[in-house]
């Protein structure tokens, strides 16, 4: 079973900068698709962004593209999320979360959640 912690959250000022960190632990394969995802209380929970474990293949919302970059270091099980330009309504928690192996970023399955992270952005 892996598990998954992220980190790096916290307040900043709109136009600001934030990185998350989504660390792994236990057995990953290259067929895993990672995603972010972020839940204000009282909202559905969105996704943010995606990365396949496998290769460079990402996935962003509309409403964060060309502001929140995906990446990982999967030798190190880290995938990262670093936001920004960032803006009031990128205040949520913040979470990661991994299909099983053999899923894929097109029509993916998240089985494997981290406990999340509170990103708070102040006008």
């Known amino acids: 079973q892996v598990q998954l912690v992220e980190s790096g959250g916290g307040s900043v000022q709109a136009g600001g900068s934030l990185t998350l960190s989504c660390a792994g632990s236990g057995r990953m394969y290259s067929t895993h698709c990672i995603g972010w995802f972020r839940q204000v209380p009282g909202n559905s929970r969105e996704g943010v962004a995606a990365?396949?474990?496998?290769?460079?293949?990402?996935w962003y919302a509309d409403s964060v593209k060309g502001r929140f970059t995906v990446s990982q270091d999967t030798a190190k099980k880290m995938v990262y999320l670093q936001m920004n330009s960032l803006k009031s309504e990128d205040s949520a928690m913040y979470y990661c979360?991994?299909?099983?192996?053999?899923?894929?970023?097109?029509?993916?399955?998240?089985?494997?959640w981290g406990q999340g992270i509170q990103v708070t952005v102040s006008s």
């Open positions: 990365v396949y474990r496998g290769n460079t293949d990402t």
């Open positions: 979360a991994l299909t099983d192996a053999g899923g894929n970023c097109e029509d993916p399955v998240f089985n494997s």
